[in-house]
C-alpha cells in the first residue's frame, strides 16, 4: 500500500518568515496529494491540494510542489502569521482508489 | 452547505458500554471514511463506503467494532463492548467517489472510555 511520510515532524519559525513541510511518497501510481491543517481540538480542513498533471499550485500565502520523478510534494507558507501555527497533514491517493494514505503531521509553531 | 455533520460530539462512558457513533455525510457525496485520531497512532482510516456498500474494513482494529450504512446520507460506527483504549477522536469524512477529489471532515466524536 501507499507510505507517506513527512519531514520534519516539528517546525518553528519566526512570524513572517517561510515554512516548508516536505512529504515523501511510495507509489508512483498516486495522483492526487491534498494538504489539511489542524488546530487544536479541531477537525483537518483542506487548504490546497495538487494533482498528478500539474507541478506547482498557489493560493495566496500557500503553494504546494510536487516532483512526481522524486516521489515528494511539499507545501510552502510565505508570511507566516501565528494563525497558522497548526498540525499539517500530507496525504497521496492511488489512481483509481479514493481511499487517502496520510502522513503523521507537522506541527508548525509561529513566533510572534 | 451543511459540511459532514458528526454526532454525538463527546461522549463518556464506562467500559462494557455499547457505543454508537453517527455521521451525515455531504448531501451528493457518495463516498464515506472512518477514522480514528490519537497522539500514538496519529490519524487511521478504519473503513469506508462507496455508494454505501463497504470497501475495506481492514482498518478496524477488532470485532468490537463495526459500520454500517444503510442509506446515502447515515452511518454508524458502533463499539461493543468498549475498552479503554478506544478512547479517541473519530473522524467521519465524506467525498465525491473519485480518486482526485478531496474529502471533508467532520468536526469529530471525542470519545473517553472509563
Known amino acids: 500500500g501507499e507510505n507517506v511520510e513527512q519531514h520534519p515532524s516539528t517546525l518553528s519559525v519566526q512570524e513572517g518568515d517561510s515554512a516548508v513541510i516536505k512529504c515523501t511518497y511510495s507509489?508512483?501510481?498516486?495522483?492526487?496529494f491534498p494538504w489539511y491543517k489542524q488546530e487544536l481540538g479541531k477537525r483537518p480542513q483542506l487548504i490546497i491540494d495538487?494533482?498528478?498533471?500539474?507541478g506547482e499550485k498557489k493560493d495566496q500565502r500557500i503553494a504546494v510542489t510536487l516532483n512526481k520523478t522524486a516521489k515528494h510534494f511539499s507545501l510552502h507558507i510565505t508570511e507566516t502569521q501565528p494563525e497558522d501555527s497548526a498540525v499539517y497533514f500530507c496525504?497521496?491517493?492511488?489512481?483509481?482508489?479514493?481511499?487517502?494514505?496520510f502522513g503523521k503531521g507537522n506541527q508548525v509553531v509561529v513566533i510572534p | 452547505d451543511a459540511g459532514v455533520i458528526q454526532s454525538p460530539r463527546h461522549e463518556v462512558t464506562e467500559m462494557g458500554q455499547e457505543v454508537t457513533l453517527r455521521c451525515k455525510p455531504i448531501?451528493?457525496?457518495?463516498?464515506l471514511f472512518w477514522y480514528r485520531q490519537t497522539m500514538m497512532r496519529g490519524l487511521e482510516l478504519l473503513i469506508y463506503?462507496?455508494?454505501?456498500?463497504?470497501?475495506?474494513d481492514s482498518g478496524m482494529p477488532e470485532d468490537r467494532f463495526s459500520a454500517k450504512m444503510p442509506n446515502a446520507s447515515f452511518s454508524t460506527l458502533k463499539i461493543q463492548p468498549s475498552e479503554p483504549r478506544d478512547s479517541a477522536v473519530y473522524f467521519c469524512?465524506?467525498?465525491?467517489?473519485?480518486?482526485?477529489?478531496?474529502?471533508?471532515f467532520g468536526d469529530g466524536t471525542r470519545l473517553s472510555i472509563l
Open positions: 469524512a465524506s467525498s465525491f467517489f473519485d480518486s482526485n477529489q478531496p474529502q471533508h
Open positions: 507509489d508512483s501510481a498516486s495522483n492526487y
Open positions: 463506503f462507496n455508494n454505501n456498500v463497504p470497501i475495506d
Open positions: 495538487i494533482r498528478s498533471n500539474v
Open positions: 448531501s451528493g457525496h457518495n463516498s
Open positions: 496525504a497521496a491517493t492511488l489512481y483509481g482508489n479514493n481511499r487517502l494514505a
